[in-house]
């Protein structure tokens, strides 16, 4: 059983190297078709979610989400067990020590989607603004 776990390494403000994976284009359609392979899973036992965020079994094809954490960092973390899926469907284990560059795919995938950027200052998982737009900015 292969397990993967999260990793918000974008908020963690360490300048540390990371190994890198190859480039990966990931469409709409590509998340699409995992959420139709795979069962997701909505975990609200408190042992699971102190440990992880979200876990990918392959074998059996679940991807189980902690239920406890709020919306925007249940998408994350499903968008981040997706690229992992993304990646192990062409062949590559995209587990440890790969898991800082699966999160910052997530998180690209996640801007691209919602446009919606962490507020200064605050946990990622919390305060959550929309990215101004031509509408909303003000003078």
């Known amino acids: 059983m292969v ?3 999260l990793i918000l390494g974008l908020w963690l403000g360490t300048q540390t190297e990371f190994p890198l994976l190859p480039p990966l284009e990931i469409t709409a359609g590509d998340i699409i078709a995992v959420a139709v392979e795979y069962t997701i899973i909505h975990e609200d036992n408190p042992t699971f979610c102190r440990q992880f965020y979200g876990m990918t079994d392959y074998s059996t094809r679940t991807i189980t989400l902690c239920a406890l954490n709020d919306n925007a960092l249940q998408r994350r973390t499903l ?8 990646y192990w469907k062409r062949g590559i284990n995209s587990g ?5 560059a699966v999160g910052v795919k997530a998180e690209e995938l996640y801007q691209k989607f919602y446009g919606l950027t ?22």
């Open 3 to 5: 397990f993967a776990t």
């Open 79 to 86: 968008l981040h067990e997706i690229v992992h899926v993304l």
């Open 96 to 100: 440890e020590p790969f898991e800082h």
């Open 118 to 139: 962490p507020i200064s200052g605050s946990p990622p998982n919390e305060q959550i603004a929309p990215t101004p737009t031509e509408e909303t900015k003000t003078e």
